[in-house]
């Protein structure tokens, strides 16, 4: 299991840019494919970006596709969501999340271990 601490939520207005991190715990982290997923209030978690340790395989929701950016690096542990033009509906908690299935999909259940959470709010 990999130990996940998200960090870099915060408020903004609509328009502007967030970088959330993730650092990461274990020997073994490049061999895990890492997610972004994110939960509003009222609504259920959602996929937002993942990525292989190569960076071979990565999606993104259609929702963020040209705004966002997943980036790892693996000398550090550590994996980034770089978000752009920031909407409203773009406020939610974020998690990190890890899994360590080979054939992994963009979705959640197959991610076992996740961070604490960190909030990201963009103001109209």
């Known amino acids: 299991q990999v130990q996940l601490v998200e960090s870099g939520g915060g408020l903004v207005q609509a328009g502007g840019s967030l970088t959330l991190s993730c650092a990461a715990s274990g020997r073994t982290f490049s061999t895990y494919g890492m997610g972004w997923f994110r939960q509003a209030p009222g609504k259920e978690r959602e996929f937002v970006a993942a990525?292989?340790?190569?960076?071979?395989?990565?999606y993104y929701a259609d929702s963020v596709k040209g705004r966002f950016t997943i980036s790892r690096d693996n000398a550090k542990n550590a994996v980034y969501l770089q978000m752009n033009n920031l909407k409203p509906e773009d406020t939610a908690v974020y998690y990190c999340?890890?899994?360590?299935?080979?054939?992994?999909?963009?979705?959640?259940?197959?991610?076992?271990?996740w961070g604490q959470g960190t909030q990201v709010t963009v103001s109209s």
């Open positions: 999340a890890a899994t360590l299935l080979t054939a992994w999909r963009p979705v959640s259940v197959d991610f076992g271990s």
């Open positions: 990525r292989n340790w190569s960076g071979a395989r990565t």
